[in-house]
Nanobody, 115 residues
């Protein structure tokens, strides 16, 4: 059983930056993928970035440039840095663990961009 706990969200002014954290507890094993998704009101959840257990990263074309995913294996934490925040980044950000057919989601952390 795995637990994912996101943190670091909040109210941010446009143009600011934020770093989200996802702390993972339980047995991670190897050959996994951790990813950040986001979901704005009345929209579908969308992939922001992912990172594998070996450090390979992936960003959809629409997310390249302002988002940076990283991980700290010792702390069992994956991070998402968001820069140049704008109102379209307002969403709940979720952490997702995938290993084969096994999927776990965190509860999410709210990011609100507003002046």
């Amino acid at each position: 059983q795995l637990q994912l706990v996101e943190s670091g969200g909040g109210l941010v002014q446009p143009g600011g930056s934020l770093r989200l954290s996802c702390s993972v507890s339980g047995s991670i094993f190897s050959f996994y993928e951790l990813a950040w998704y986001r979901q704005a009101p009345e929209t579908q959840r969308e992939l922001v970035a992912s990172i594998t257990g070996t450090g390979g990263t992936y960003y959809p074309d629409s997310m390249k440039g302002r988002f940076t995913i990283s991980r700290d294996g010792a702390k069992r934490t994956v991070y998402l840095k968001i820069s140049s925040l704008n109102s379209e980044d307002t969403a709940v950000y979720y952490c997702k663990y995938t290993r084969g057919a096994t999927v776990y989601w965190g509860q999410g952390t709210q990011v609100t961009v507003s002046s």
